[in-house]
């Protein structure tokens, strides 16, 4: 493609009308009375919207006179669902920094369309905890701080059988305050509970097999703020599971012996 056929590209997503006709031609074909009616548009507005459309190659005209989106429209729709999303939460990704993480995923950013935003970070450490606390299967964190308030939640999750992963900076601090315990220690040595190390963390986030509670990118400064996006939208889900698996499998594992001494007292 052309600088000029990108162009033309945006241009005709630029416009409210079009956009909306692509995005309904995206669940069915239709005929211009049908897409007028349901868009409220004129038939002339519908027909001339439709005629631009064409004439890139982002929809076509059927035999039985309805109109449907081609390989390339779906193509492209799907790519702007990312343009969508961040264009939503400009004033966030102005102030966040997504360089670290995978060009895969930054790629896939719109999959995070129905997520939504938590500008409170009592919240967002609130919903990691009512998380973990109705997590079934499993609980997987990335995090570059220990956040003591949630070890009552990891202790009565992991008693009652649920795996957790964590991964963390390799240098770390600590809290002194900080204290494992039995559970957390039994869990190490069953397997059911197990540290990955990085030498830097992408971003802050924490997933069970029902939600993410918490999708929070770090600030221009480097720093995170634990401000960032929730949701139990199976597709986010998917982008965040993607994104812990590739991650867990690029760090390097704490060993055995040594989880087992830091929870031994």
């Keep these: 493609m052309s600088l000029g056929d990108l162009c033309d590209l945006f241009f005709e997503f630029s416009n409210e009308d079009r956009l909306r006709i692509i995005r309904t031609l995206q669940n069915e074909s239709l005929t211009v009375t049908a897409l007028s009616k349901e868009l409220d548009l004129t038939t002339q507005e519908t027909s001339r919207h439709l005629s631009r459309l064409g004439e890139i190659g982002l929809s076509v005209k059927n035999p039985d006179g309805s109109h449907s989106l081609t390989g390339y429209g779906e193509l492209a729709l799907k790519q702007m669902t990312g343009f969508k999303f961040i264009s939503s939460h400009n004033d966030y990704f102005q102030n966040h920094d997504l360089s670290l993480l995978p060009t895969e995923f930054v790629s896939r950013i ?156």
């Design 110 to 265: 719109g999959e995070l369309e129905n997520s939504r935003y938590v500008d409170d970070v009592m919240v967002i450490f609130h919903l990691i905890d009512q998380m973990i606390r109705e997590a079934e299967e499993y609980v997987w964190r990335i995090t570059d701080r220990y956040i003591i308030t949630i070890i009552p939640a990891w202790n009565e999750a992991l008693e009652r059988g649920i795996k957790g992963k964590l991964i963390e900076p390799v240098d770390i601090v600590i809290p002194p305050e900080f204290d494992r315990g039995p559970v957390i220690r039994e869990a190490v040595i069953n397997n059911n509970f197990s540290i990955h190390t990085l030498k830097k963390v992408p971003l802050f986030m924490s997933l069970s097999e029902k939600q993410v509670a918490g999708i929070c990118f770090p600030a221009n400064d480097g720093r995170i703020d634990y401000r960032g996006f929730v949701s139990e939208d199976p597709t986010v889900l998917k982008w965040a599971t993607d994104l812990y698996e590739q991650l867990w499998k690029n760090a390097n594992p704490r060993s055995l012996d040594e989880l087992i001494a830091e929870t031994s007292s």
